[in-house]
């Protein structure tokens, strides 16, 4: 079945610490993003990608940071330097010259200790 | 700047009726997708309906619908006989045909559906 995985569902870290979020697509898409989702806020965007190895900083990217070394893997690193990092984390992959929609990986529950 | 704005934050539907959700959007553009999507419980964030502004025609799927006034800038969904299933967040998003590639979120409508 095409779709996108995020690993794992939930995540904790400790305070100070790097952790990485995965995404992986198998849609062919050539366009991904990755959101923050809070509570009363909506999605902000962190970080996008048009293609690989090419990415562009979105509203809110300060503590984080990505990579694009394949079509399929779009990974985020959440670093110490995130001052609040607990948020539910979602991926998402777009149909780009096709519909343009946005299609969403389940998210991963990101909790700092 | 590109807001999309959900007023409604929480609304309620008695099963079987039928309920409308608000959206509306700020821009400069003229060519622009307009999207709802949908988060249960679960949180998965599923599509529910997309319209192209160029197109005067609103879209359909099975029972939801949108009403698209391109001049006021709104973009309301109505969801006709309502399910139990059809509880949760609903998120309008924007995002324009020629500039950029971010979409735009609204703040989202929480729907709960009475029995």
């Known amino acids: 079945d095409g779709g996108i995985t995020q690993s794992p569902k939930y995540l904790f870290r400790k305070e100070g610490q790097n952790v990485t979020l995965s995404c992986e697509q198998n849609l062919n898409h050539d366009a991904m993003y990755w959101y923050r989702q809070d509570p009363g806020q909506g999605l902000r965007l962190i970080y996008y990608s048009q293609i690989v190895n090419d990415f562009q900083k979105g509203d809110i990217a300060e503590g984080y940071s990505v990579s694009r070394e394949k079509k399929e893997s779009f990974p985020l690193t959440v670093t110490s330097a995130q001052k609040n990092p607990t948020a539910f984390y979602l991926c998402a992959s777009r149909d780009w010259g096709g519909t343009d929609t946005q299609y969403f990986g389940p998210g991963t529950r990101l909790t700092v200790l | 700047a590109q807001t999309v704005t959900q007023s409604q934050p929480e609304m309620s539907v008695q099963e079987a009726e039928t309920v409308t959700l608000s959206c509306t959007y700020d821009?400069?553009?003229?060519?622009?997708?307009l999207f709802w999507y949908k988060q249960p419980p679960s949180r998965q964030m599923i599509l529910v309906i997309r319209?192209?502004?160029?197109?005067?025609q609103n879209a359909t799927e099975n029972r939801f619908s949108v009403n698209f006034q391109k001049a006021a800038k709104s973009f309301s969904l109505k969801i006709s006989d309502s399910q139990l299933g059809d509880a949760a967040m609903y998120f309008c998003a924007y995002r324009p045909s020629n500039t950029g590639n971010q979409f735009y979120f609204g703040t989202g409508t929480s729907l709960t559906v009475i029995p």
């Open positions: 319209q192209e502004a160029y197109k005067q």
């Open positions: 821009t400069s553009e003229s060519d622009y997708y």
